[in-house]
């Protein structure tokens, strides 16, 4: 994560709900939410990620390719027929757009999750959970850490047996099978260490005081409400038929008016927060690195 993300600097409890609102109204199944969400996952995640972020769509695209084929393979749904397989069953348009909707929804999913875990770090989770739910909270900060760990211990496992010379003398399997072993090992004995030493800290004790750095401030709060304010506004409009959408057996929605227009200005509100946080921190630093020069 890029230090300059001033998002990421906000209280805990206002990353926590951005994500869980912009999760949970991602499960909507309508082009012009999944377009809107993928849009602002996409912005955010190339501005924290930087160059990881384009060379992990390496890996998404081929997903997202075999996502939105698998739907017109086994779904033969729909009234608009296009061609026909050789088994018989036709290929459809509803199910080609339903294939497309599934795979924008699972690139969401994976964009949000990926931003999610750069901006909700582990000690975050604890202060958020720690007096509510010890363990959970523990459990999800050692689940969150587990993968770039993982991988920070294999490279170091690699390149040690690579300095020992371990590596030219045995074939290709039996080396990732010593490696993978050594670094079951060695994350098993972690996730021990880790929790006794939590315990033997006092972590989850009755009356046991928490350390914390953060501090809610004026600017938290009105991120806060502007995300109350948009959300109940997206859900709203969810709920009535001026959004009103179906793949089958047709694909087909409501007219878009007024109301619509501005259901989803809401939810691109909400979409595009962290970098309109970000994007006002950079404001604010050039107009004060100018009367600088100015003064």
């Not at 890029?2 to 990353?15: K, M, N, Q, Y």
């Not at 030219?168 to 993978?180: K, V």
């Amino acid at each position: 994560m890029d230090g300059r993300d001033a998002f990421s600097r906000c209280h805990p409890l206002v990353a926590f709900a951005f994500f869980a609102l912009v999760l949970l109204t991602m499960l909507v199944m309508r082009p012009a939410f999944l377009a809107i969400s993928l849009l602002g996952a996409a912005a955010y995640g190339a501005y924290l990620r930087r160059r990881r972020f384009w060379r992990m769509w390496r890996t998404l695209l081929p997903l997202l390719v075999l996502t939105a084929a698998v739907n017109p393979l086994f779904s033969h749904r729909g009234v608009t027929v296009l061609a026909y397989f050789p088994s018989g069953n036709p290929l459809t348009l509803e199910s080609i757009l339903y294939g497309l909707a599934a795979a924008a929804l699972l690139c969401c999913a994976v964009l949000w999750l990926g931003c999610c875990a750069d901006v909700m770090t582990t000690d975050k989770f604890v202060y958020l959970f720690g007096r509510l739910a010890p363990a959970l909270s523990l459990l999800l900060s050692m689940t969150l850490r587990f993968i770039p760990q993982v991988r920070r211990r294999h490279r170091t496992i690699s390149d040690a047996r690579d300095a020992m010379g371990g590596n030219g003398r045995s074939g290709a399997l039996r080396r990732r099978m010593a490696e993978l072993g050594i670094l079951t090992t060695w994350s098993l004995e972690g996730a021990v260490d880790t929790a006794d030493s939590m315990r033997s800290r006092g972590y989850g004790l009755p009356g046991r005081t928490l350390f914390s750095i953060y501090r809610f401030r004026r600017r938290d709060g009105m991120l806060l409400a502007v995300m109350a304010l948009c959300g109940a506004y997206t859900a709203w409009g969810c709920r009535s038929q001026a959004l009103a959408w179906s793949f089958y057996p047709r694909a087909q929605g409501a007219p878009l008016g007024a109301f619509a227009l501005s259901v989803y200005g809401a939810y691109g509100l909400l979409c595009s927060l962290p970098l309109l946080v970000d994007l006002a921190e950079e404001l604010r630093w050039a107009a004060a690195e100018r009367r600088a020069w100015n003064g």
